[in-house]
């Protein structure tokens, strides 16, 4: 056992993170740690769980399946789990979808244990920390193993890595966090036993080799806004000028309503400074929630909708956007053009230089705002369309699409400056 491990297996934060380079050992000492707990507190419940089912029986299953005493426990193939002597069970689970988290609904763990916590959104791993439960004195804890990267390095990054430093457990709303870097050396067994499985690692891409091989968290590659900084984008409340317009610009389905209003400045700044995010609601909900947020005597310049909210459906012969007149919201439609929005959003992030030279984006969003937040720098580029955003994982996409309504609706981009020449016989500038 490596040292790393044993600081895995000690810790007793309730979440704990050891995450770093490849080759630290992580999933081994995820293992180990899962086996000691087992045995130590009979009867007790574990839930290990990977994004999906072909990356369990590729990696967990056939380790465990090493590491395990078969004296002392024997794997269920069908229901995926170990099952110990002492009435302890070991559950290997998955979430390929984002609604797969309802599978565990009704479930109670006294741990949870993700390997590659990056391959998981942050909506998945909340709903699913709440299945860490029990009327038991065991230990309740969330413990977690990644590499840099994936579609949830920012929110990883966020809640790990960013707030605390690296081995000092700290106190958070909910619990304790604690996480431990994984180095490659760390692991002396594995350095011993291929020796070529640095000189492999050295062989990937630069962004590849500084999140596997060198466990850095600092990678940009392959985020859509790698221009969004939260010192610059992210402002605390503030009082918005009466004159400045106002927009709703909403994201609606079943599976969630992304609403934002956003204040325009006449010099043409915008200030997102509202945002609704839930899902499950019909129309008439949906209206009620968003009326609900707009406080008494606001006026709303503009609400914007997207074109499909136009259909009318079968059951009501009604569209969407009539229903939503029905309950006092009228929309006008918003342009759907998924690249000229996206690029339209680019520009309004991009810092300019202000009369005091200090760079300043044409739109910034309130700390309140924290779906749009911790969305917008999570999307990743389309690998088969690089100028247009992934659609997956889909729960990324809501609020971000709302603002790109907005974006390629409401921007104009500033007038090109015309070129001039000096004319020396009247002494001033000619435009030509």
């Known amino acids: 056992m490596t040292r790393r491990q044993a600081a895995f297996i000690q810790s007793d934060a309730f979440e704990t993170l050891f995450g770093g380079a490849a080759g630290g050992g992580k999933s081994h000492g995820q293992l180990l740690d899962a ?25 967990l299953v056939p380790a465990s399946l090493r590491l395990f005493p078969q004296a ?6 069908s229901d995926h789990l170990w099952q110990f002597t002492n009435g302890s069970v070991l559950e290997f689970g998955y979430c390929d979808a984002e609604s797969d988290v309802t599978k565990y609904q009704s479930a109670e763990y006294d741990v949870l244990r993700f390997d590659e916590l990056t391959h998981f959104t942050e909506s998945q791993f909340t709903y ?3 299945r860490v439960r029990g009327a ?3 230990p309740k804890q969330v413990k977690s193993t990644t590499n840099p990267g994936g579609v949830g390095h920012q929110w990883v990054k966020a ?5 605390m430093p690296p081995g000092t457990q700290t106190e958070f709303d909910g619990g304790s966090r604690l996480f431990l870097p994984a180095r490659l050396a760390d692991n002396p067994f594995l350095r011993r036993a291929d020796a070529g499985y640095e000189k492999r690692l050295r062989l990937l891409s630069v962004r590849d080799r500084r999140a596997l091989l060198d466990g850095v968290w600092e990678l940009d590659e392959g985020r859509y806004f790698s221009e969004f900084s939260p010192a610059l984008h992210v402002v605390k409340p503030h009082a918005i000028p009466r004159d400045w317009r106002r927009y709703l610009t909403i994201d609606y389905g079943l599976d969630m309503l992304a609403a934002l209003w956003i204040a325009q400045s006449p010099d043409g700044y915008s200030i997102v400074y509202r945002e609704l995010y839930q899902p499950g609601l019909i ?22 909708a997207p074109p499909d909210l136009w259909n009318r459906r079968q059951e009501t012969g009604k569209s969407a956007v009539e229903l939503f007149a029905d309950c006092g919201l009228d929309f006008d439609k918003s342009c759907n053009e998924r690249i000229a929005g996206w690029l339209a959003l680019h520009e309004l992030l991009a810092p300019r230089k202000d009369e005091q030279g200090q760079p300043r984006p044409r739109l910034t969003i309130f700390d309140t705002c924290r779906n749009l937040i911790r969305t917008l ?13 992934a659609n997956t994982p889909h729960e990324l996409t809501h609020a971000p699409d ?10 104009e981009p500033p007038a090109p400056v015309q070129p001039t020449m000096y004319d020396c016989e009247i002494g001033a500038f000619l435009a030509y």
């Open 402 to 411: 709302a603002l790109r309504g907005y974006a390629a609706t409401v921007y």
């Open 136 to 138: 038991n004195p065991f």
């Open 128 to 130: 699913l920390i709440s």
């Open 35 to 59: 086996l000691r707990f087992a045995v130590s507190y009979p009867g007790s419940r574990q839930l290990m769980l990977r994004r999906t089912m072909p990356e369990l029986e590729r990696s």
């Open 283 to 304: 129309i008439s909900e949906a209206a009620a929630a968003i009326l609900s947020c707009e406080l008494s005597g606001e006026h709303i310049d503009c609400r914007l």
């Open 72 to 77: 002392i426990a024997s794997y269920k193939v």
């Open 159 to 163: 809640r790990y890595i960013d707030p």
């Open 377 to 389: 720098p999570a999307l990743q580029h389309d690998t088969r369309n690089p100028s247009d955003v």
